[in-house]
């Protein structure tokens, strides 16, 4: 499919991630156990978790697969789809 032109938006998100991003902001000790790839997104999503104060050390890289994508857009009847792209560094 086809996004127009400035309707995509890059976040770090992901139910895991958003769940110890919360429990870190509610004093709680939490960390996510997860694998990026050596690549763009995968810096990206690790200065993310850095800025949300969870701990980076639970966090692999793996040298081979990229990391994890999810594109979200509209379906036809206004819902979300979900494309999850693959395989990636958080399958392995």
Same mark, same amino acid.
């Given at each position: !499919?086809?996004?127009? *032109?400035?309707?995509?938006?890059?976040? /770090? %998100?992901?139910?895991?991630?958003? =769940? $110890?991003?919360? @429990?870190?902001?509610?004093?709680?000790?939490?960390?996510?156990?997860?694998?990026?790839?050596?690549?763009? !997104?995968?810096?990206? *999503?690790?200065?993310?978790?850095?800025? /949300? %104060?969870?701990?980076?050390?639970? =966090? $692999?890289?793996? @040298?081979?697969?990229?990391?994890?994508?999810?594109?979200?857009?509209?379906?036809?009847?206004?819902?979300?789809?979900?494309?999850?792209?693959?395989?990636?560094?958080?399958?392995?």
């Amino acid at each position: !499919f086809t996004l127009p *032109a400035g309707n995509i938006h890059r976040v /770090l %998100g992901g139910s895991p991630a958003n =769940v $110890a991003a919360t @429990a870190r902001r509610l004093g709680a000790h939490a960390a996510l156990a997860t694998c990026v790839g050596r690549d763009a !997104f995968g810096a990206d *999503a690790v200065a993310g978790l850095a800025a /949300l %104060g969870l701990p980076l050390g639970p =966090v $692999a890289h793996h @040298a081979a697969l990229p990391t994890g994508r999810v594109v979200v857009s509209e379906a036809e009847t206004g819902h979300p789809r979900y494309e999850i792209l693959g395989p990636v560094a958080w399958d392995r």
